[in-house]
C-alpha cells in the first residue's frame, strides 16, 4: 500500500495565482468566430471544450476558496479589549477616596497551544492544491471525453458518405438486372432483390441520420453550436504510441493521484493538529489603571501597569483528545486507501486499454494489406460472374453488401483505435492526439 511519508510540495500562492489567472483569462477571452460551414478540427473542438468547460471552473474557484482560507488560518485570534473602574467605594467617598480606584485598560491576546496555526494552514493548503490538480484531471477528462464524442460524429459522417457512395452502384446493379430480365437472361427474383438491396440502402441511410444526430447531440455538450459545422474529414497526423512501461511509469504522474498525494499530505497535517490540542493555549494580558488623588505625604498616586500570562490547564482534554487523534489518524489511513484503491484501477484499466489498441493496430494492418483488397476482388469476380451467365446475383448482393460493410468496419477501427489512443493518452499524460 501506497505511503505518503513526506511532505506533499507545497504551491507557491503567487504561483497559484498566475495560473489561475491564465486560466480566467482564457475563459474570458473572445475567439475569433468561425465560418458555419468551415471544417470543425478535433484539435479545435478541444480547444473550445476546455475554454467553455464549467467543470473545471468550478473546481477552480474551490481550489481558491481553500487557498484563501488557508491564508486566514494562520492569523491569530482577534485581540480583547478590557475596560473597567475597579474599586470604586460604594458607601462613601469618589474616585479620589480610595488608594487603589483606578479606571482600567487592557488588552488579552490569546496564543493556540503548540503550532496549531501552521497546522491549520498546512491542511488547508495542501486540500487546496489537491484541488488544484483534481481541476487539471477534469481538462484531462474533458478532453478525452471530446475526442471521443468528435471521434463518434467523424465515425457516422464517414459510414454515410460510404452508404451514399455505395447507393449509386446498387442502382446501376437494379438497372442491370433489370435490362437482362427485359431480354429474358434473368429471373424476376433478381429484380426484386436488387430493388430490396436498394430500399435496404435508403433505410441504413435513415439509421445513420439518426446515430449522426445523436453524436452531434454529445457534442454539442462540449462545444455548443460548433457541433453543427461539418467536421474534418481526415483525422490529424497521430504521434507514436509509446510501451506499455513507459505508459506505467507516467502514471504515477496522473492529476488524480496526485490529488490523492494532496490528500494524504492534509491527514497527516490533521494527525499533527489533533495532537497539538494536547498543548494548553496561553493568553498575553497588558493593562493600564488610572488613578486620581494624592498618598498622606501629598505626593500624586501613582498609576498602575500590570502584565499577566494565562495558560490553559488541559486536564479535562485528554478523552476528547484520543477521539480526535483516533479520527484523524483514520481519515489518513483511508486517504491512503482510497489513493492505493485509485492507482490499482488506473493501472488495470491503463493495461487493458494498451491490449486493446494493440489489437485494434494489429486488425487495421489486416485489413489494410489484405481485407479491403480482397472484399473489393471478390464483390468484382462475383458481378463479372453474374454477367457471364456463371454466378447468381445472390453472390453479386452478398458480395458488394460485404464490401460495404468492411469499409465501414474499417472506418470503426480506425475511430475506436482512436478513441483508445485518447484514453491512454489521459493515464498517460500523452500531450498530442
Known amino acids: 500500500m501506497f505511503v505518503c511519508n513526506g511532505r506533499l510540495p507545497r504551491i507557491h500562492v503567487s504561483e ?3 495560473r489561475l489567472i491564465a486560466v480566467v483569462v482564457s475563459l474570458f477571452a473572445v475567439a475569433p468566430e468561425a465560418n458555419a460551414n468551415e471544417p470543425l478540427s478535433l484539435a479545435e473542438a478541444e480547444r473550445i471544450a476546455i475554454v467553455a468547460e464549467p467543470g473545471q471552473q468550478a473546481i477552480f474557484a474551490r481550489a481558491l476558496a481553500l487557498e484563501q ?8 485570534p482577534d485581540p480583547v479589549l478590557r475596560v473597567g473602574l475597579n474599586n470604586y467605594p460604594i458607601e462613601s467617598g469618589s474616585f479620589r477616596t480610595e488608594g487603589m480606584t483606578h479606571a482600567a485598560i487592557g488588552i488579552r491576546q490569546t496564543f493556540p497551544g503548540g503550532s496549531t496555526l501552521a497546522m491549520r494552514e498546512q491542511q488547508l493548503g495542501d486540500l487546496a492544491a489537491g484541488m488544484y490538480r483534481h481541476a487539471n484531471a477534469r481538462g484531462r477528462d474533458v478532453r478525452t471525453a471530446v ?14 458518405s460510404l452508404v451514399s457512395q455505395s447507393r449509386p452502384l446498387f442502382a446501376d446493379l437494379t438497372e442491370i438486372t433489370t435490362s437482362l430480365y427485359a431480354v429474358g437472361r434473368k429471373s424476376q427474383q433478381d429484380v426484386l432483390r436488387a430493388e430490396l438491396e436498394l430500399s435496404r440502402i435508403d433505410d441504413r441511410l435513415i439509421e445513420i441520420d439518426r446515430q449522426h444526430a445523436a453524436a452531434i447531440a454529445a457534442l454539442r455538450e462540449w462545444v455548443g453550436s460548433d457541433a453543427e459545422r461539418p467536421l474534418a474529414a481526415q483525422l490529424s497526423v497521430r504521434q507514436e504510441m509509446p510501451a ?6 507516467r502514471l504515477d504522474g496522473h492529476p488524480a493521484l496526485l490529488a490523492a498525494d494532496a490528500q494524504i499530505s492534509a491527514g497527516d497535517a490533521g494527525v499533527e493538529l489533533a495532537e497539538q490540542r494536547r498543548k494548553p493555549d496561553w493568553s498575553l494580558d497588558v493593562g493600564y489603571s488610572y488613578r486620581e488623588g494624592t498618598l498622606a505625604s501629598g505626593q500624586p498616586r501613582s498609576d498602575f501597569l500590570s502584565v499577566g500570562v494565562t495558560v490553559g490547564l488541559p486536564f479535562f482534554r485528554r478523552t476528547s483528545v484520543d477521539s480526535t487523534l483516533s479520527a484523524a489518524l483514520h481519515e489518513r489511513s483511508a486517504a491512503e486507501s482510497e489513493r492505493e484503491q485509485l492507482y490499482r484501477q488506473l493501472v488495470r484499466q491503463l493495461e487493458s486499454e494498451y491490449a486493446r489498441w494493440r489489437d485494434l493496430a494489429r486488425r487495421l494492418a489486416l485489413y489494410d494489406e489484405r481485407i479491403l483488397q480482397q472484399s473489393s476482388q471478390h464483390a468484382e469476380a462475383a458481378l463479372l460472374a453474374y454477367q457471364s451467365d456463371q454466378g447468381d446475383f445472390d453472390d453479386v448482393m452478398r458480395g458488394y453488401i460485404e464490401d460495404l460493410n468492411t469499409q465501414i468496419d474499417f472506418i470503426r477501427l480506425r475511430t475506436e483505435q482512436r478513441r483508445s489512443y485518447a484514453v491512454l493518452a489521459n493515464l498517460g499524460g500523452l500531450n498530442d492526439e
Not at 147 to 160: I, K
Not at 244 to 249: M, Q, W
Request: glycine share 0%.
Open 147 to 160: 475526442r471521443v464524442a468528435w471521434l463518434d460524429a467523424w465515425y457516422w459522417q464517414q459510414a454515410r
Open 244 to 249: 506499455e512501461s513507459e505508459l506505467l511509469r
Open 69 to 76: 482560507r488557508s491564508s486566514a488560518a494562520r492569523q491569530l
Open 16 to 18: 497559484r495565482r498566475l
